[in-house]
């Protein structure tokens, strides 16, 4: 069964850090490019970042320079470092994995393939 499985979720006070791990079974990332979404409360799901097979990255606006993603293909691995939260981070956030050719960089805005079912992350004093 192809399974991803978010954790690494939490409370943490503004500024602090969290690291957010994604795991897969059933199937190898290195095949793959690796998408964090977060959806907040009453708002719509919204592409954090992703990593291409190569390793590119892209980040959305509101989380560049705080937020690393990263592989580990050996442990079949993404992880996602949030630094210097706010309390608008706060969301439940999600992995999600899309088959693409090796070369090539990454979106959020495509239709991916296999999601997790989420890990809360909340920021507030």
């Known amino acids: 069964q192809l399974q991803l499985v978010e954790s690494g979720g939490g409370l943490v006070q503004p500024g602090g850090s969290l690291r957010l791990s994604c795991a897969a079974s059933?199937?190898?990332?290195?095949?793959?490019?690796i998408g964090w979404f977060r959806q907040a409360p009453g708002k719509e799901r919204e592409g954090v970042s992703c990593i291409s097979r190569m390793g590119s990255t892209n980040y959305a606006d509101s989380v560049k320079g705080r937020f690393t993603i990263s592989r580990d293909n050996a442990k079949n691995t993404v992880l996602l470092q949030m630094n210097s939260l706010k309390p608008e981070d706060t969301a439940v956030y999600y992995c999600a994995a899309l088959r693409v050719p090796l070369f090539g960089g990454c979106r959020t805005d495509m239709k991916y393939d296999y999601w997790g079912q989420g890990t809360q992350v909340t920021v507030s004093s």
């Open positions: 059933g199937f190898t990332l290195d095949s793959y490019g």
